[in-house]
C-alpha cells in the first residue's frame, strides 16, 4: 500500500490547485479523480477570472477572491513554467454590461453597498455608454447598452488549457494523477486515512475532498453535513471570428482563438442536458448587447453543474483531524489561492465554515460576477 503526505479526492481546478501548490512545497500528492461521466464543472465553466461585485454580506470573500485575482499573474508563470504550456491567461479588466438606466443604477448600488460594508480600496468604476465602447474594442454596442461597471482586476483563462496544465506540472513535479479512480471507502486510522478504490488502496496522513457534487455522498458517508447543492449552467459558443471584443464580460467574451462565449444560466435542474429555451435566452441578451453576433453562427452547446452554498459561499472545514472539504463554485478564480499554503491556515476555516448556517435561516442569494 502506497503512502502520501495527502491525498486529494477531485481533479477538477479545485483538486489540481491544491495538488500543485502542495506538490511544489515538496509533499508527496496524489490526485484522485472519478468517473469520466461525473458532472464536472472544470469542464463546464466560463473561464472568468472575477472579483467585481462578489462578497456582499461576506467581506472575508471578498477579500479572498482579490488576494486570488492579484496573485493569477504569479500562480501563471508558476504553473506555465513546470507544464511548458500556456494558459492564455489575461488581465485588462472586465465589464458588467447594463441594458437599460434601471440596471445601471441597481449595478452602481450593488457596488457601493459592497464597497461601504468591506472597507476595502475601491477597484470598480461605472462607464458611460461611450467610455465603454471605447474600452471594448472594435465592435459596435447595441442601442440598449447604456454603460457599464469595470474592474481592474478582472481577466480571464483558458479553463481547459488551465486543467491540462495543471495536470501535466503536477505530475512533472513527481505527483500522481489517478482517473477513474472513483473512491469506494474512506476510513480513519491512528494518524492516517486509508482510501480504497477499485483496484487499490491508499494511505495518506491527510485527505481533501474537492469532489465537486460529490463531496457530498463523501461527507454523508463519515456523517458530517455538507450543505451543497447543483445549480446548472448554459452556456453557447461561437464559430471564430477576427478579434474585435478587447475585454471579457461577465456573460459575454471573445476567447484569445477568436471564439465568442455566452453564459451562463443558473438553473436548479440536475438534469445535465442543454435546452433550446436556455440558449434562445442567452443569445437574446447576447445580440440586445452586441448586435453583430446575431448573424454568427452557434457552434457548441453545453450544460454543466456548479456547487452552491446556501449563500453561495465557500465552505473549507476540517470535520476530522486530517479530513479537509473545499466546496465552491468559483474554482478557476481561486485556483491560485487554492495552489497557497491555506490548508494550514485556520482563519480560513474560521471565515468559512458551516458553523455560519447552523441556527439560521439563510436565503440563497445570486451569484453575482
Given at each position: 500500500m502506497k503512502n502520501y503526505d495527502l491525498c486529494i479526492i477531485g481533479g477538477g481546478i479545485v483538486g489540481l490547485a491544491i495538488a500543485f501548490g502542495e506538490v511544489q512545497r515538496g509533499k508527496s500528492v496524489v490526485v484522485l479523480d472519478g468517473e469520466r461521466s461525473d458532472r464536472k464543472a472544470s469542464f463546464a465553466n466560463f473561464g472568468l477570472v472575477w472579483a467585481q461585485g462578489k462578497g456582499r454580506g461576506m467581506p472575508a470573500y471578498q477579500a479572498l477572491t482579490q488576494r486570488s485575482t492579484d496573485a493569477w499573474l504569479d500562480f501563471t508563470g508558476l504553473v506555465e513554467d513546470a507544464s511548458g504550456m500556456t494558459l492564455?491567461?489575461?488581465?485588462?479588466?472586465?465589464?458588467?454590461?447594463?441594458?437599460?438606466?434601471?440596471?445601471?443604477?441597481?449595478?452602481q448600488r450593488h457596488l457601493t453597498a459592497l464597497q461601504l460594508t468591506s472597507g476595502f480600496a475601491t477597484d470598480w468604476e461605472m462607464l458611460g455608454r461611450n467610455e465603454t465602447q471605447m474600452r471594448l474594442g472594435d465592435i459596435s454596442l447595441g442601442?440598449?447598452?447604456?454603460?457599464?461597471?469595470?474592474?481592474?482586476?478582472?481577466?480571464?483563462?483558458?479553463?481547459?488549457?488551465?486543467?491540462?496544465?495543471?495536470?501535466?506540472?503536477?505530475?512533472?513535479?513527481?505527483?500522481?494523477?489517478?482517473?477513474?479512480?472513483?473512491?469506494?471507502?474512506?476510513?480513519?486510522?491512528?494518524?492516517?486515512?486509508?482510501?480504497?478504490?477499485?483496484?487499490?488502496?491508499?494511505?495518506?496522513?491527510?485527505?481533501?475532498?474537492?469532489?465537486?457534487l460529490g463531496s457530498k455522498k463523501i461527507a454523508a458517508d463519515l456523517g458530517v453535513d455538507l450543505p451543497i447543492a447543483a445549480d446548472k449552467g448554459?452556456?453557447?459558443?461561437?464559430?471564430?471570428?477576427?478579434?474585435?471584443?478587447?475585454l471579457p464580460a461577465s456573460g459575454l467574451r471573445q476567447t484569445q482563438t477568436g471564439s465568442f462565449m455566452i453564459g451562463a444560466t443558473h438553473e436548479g435542474d440536475l438534469d445535465r442536458r442543454s435546452t433550446i429555451s436556455s440558449g434562445a435566452k442567452l443569445a437574446r441578451r447576447a445580440v440586445r448587447t452586441l448586435p453583430e453576433l446575431e448573424h454568427v453562427p452557434i457552434v457548441r452547446q453545453w450544460a454543466g453543474h456548479r456547487i452552491v452554498t446556501p449563500d453561495t459561499y465557500p465552505v473549507y472545514m476540517q470535520p476530522l483531524e486530517g479530513l479537509i472539504f473545499a466546496a465552491c463554485h468559483s474554482g478557476i478564480t481561486l485556483a491560485a489561492f487554492h495552489s497557497s499554503n491555506w490548508l494550514e491556515d485556520p482563519k480560513v476555516f474560521?471565515?468559512?465554515?458551516?458553523?455560519?448556517?447552523?441556527?439560521?435561516?439563510?436565503?440563497?442569494?445570486?451569484?453575482?460576477?
Open positions: 492564455q491567461y489575461e488581465r485588462n479588466g472586465g465589464l458588467v454590461f447594463c441594458l437599460s438606466e434601471e440596471e445601471f443604477d441597481a449595478r442601442r440598449e447598452v447604456v454603460g457599464a461597471s469595470y474592474c481592474y482586476r478582472d481577466g480571464a483563462v483558458n479553463p481547459l488549457h488551465l486543467v491540462r496544465s495543471l495536470s501535466v506540472a503536477i505530475e512533472k513535479l513527481g505527483g500522481k494523477l489517478k482517473r477513474e479512480a472513483f473512491v469506494q471507502t474512506l476510513q480513519q486510522q491512528t494518524g492516517s486515512w486509508i482510501i480504497k478504490t477499485a483496484t487499490e488502496s491508499i494511505q495518506a496522513e491527510t485527505v481533501v475532498v474537492a469532489a465537486g448554459q452556456i453557447l459558443v461561437s464559430e471564430r471570428r477576427p478579434q474585435a471584443m478587447q474560521e471565515s468559512f465554515s458551516v458553523e455560519r448556517f447552523v441556527g439560521k435561516d439563510k436565503e440563497k442569494t445570486a451569484v453575482t460576477a
